[in-house]
């Protein structure tokens, strides 16, 4: 998607060789029209899949989700992270290991907002290692929903996530795939 490659360009701020700052128009501030035109081509790329919830990990897959709920008028789920495992009845967890932050959290979903019928789509901002993702998969998966698919806005193309989910026969789309990045340069794929 140029106008977020182009956004990226002017906007992201490259910390390291692994960590590009979006928080300008993505994670922090949020640029709305950006993310409505984002919710505008997920919905056109993943429409006429029986998809019937939106699932998105807290806190910056939001405002993308959200624009992706409101665009294919369904609802939106937002998996929770919290610090450790509560022992609940009504709840579904799994653990995550975080890439930005190096820790691990519990990600959680009440049973009341999903069921065996669900045919979800994945949202989040970015995929690296594809830890997040996977998760929200087995959350999914535990309460005997199908995954339909995952979409993110940027994917670091060098890190393994993509790998890692399309070898599951996972249908990825990302609207900027980052190909090499460094102080100044961000190189895009197709
Ligand atoms: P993964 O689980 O695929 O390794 O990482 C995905 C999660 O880590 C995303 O939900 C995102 O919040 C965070 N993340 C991964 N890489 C970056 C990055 O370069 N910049 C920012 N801001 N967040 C990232």
Do not use: C
């Amino acid at each position: 998607m140029k106008e977020l490659q182009d956004r990226i360009k002017k906007d992201g701020i490259v910390i390291s060789e692994d960590i590009l700052k979006v928080d300008s128009f993505v994670n922090h501030q949020v640029d709305p029209t950006l993310m409505q035109h984002v919710g505008a081509e997920f919905a056109e790329h993943f429409k006429d899949r029986g998809i019937t919830k939106i699932a998105t990990i807290e806190s910056s897959g939001i405002p993308p989700a959200l624009m992706t709920a409101q665009a294919m008028e369904l609802p939106l789920i937002i998996l929770k992270k919290q610090p450790s495992a509560v022992l609940n009845d009504h709840l579904y967890q799994t653990e995550v290991t975080s890439f930005t932050k190096e820790t691990s959290y519990e990600l959680t979903l009440s049973s009341k907002f999903i069921s065996e019928k669900d045919h979800v789509l994945i949202i989040d901002d970015f995929l690296a290692n594809g830890e997040a993702a996977t998760g929200a998969i087995r959350l999914i998966r535990k309460a005997h929903a199908t995954v339909a698919g995952i979409g993110v806005l940027i994917e670091k193309s060098f890190q393994p996530g993509h790998e890692k989910l399309t070898s599951q026969g996972f249908d990825v789309y990302a609207l900027a795939r980052i190909g090499h990045m460094e102080k100044d340069k961000i190189t895009f794929i197709d």
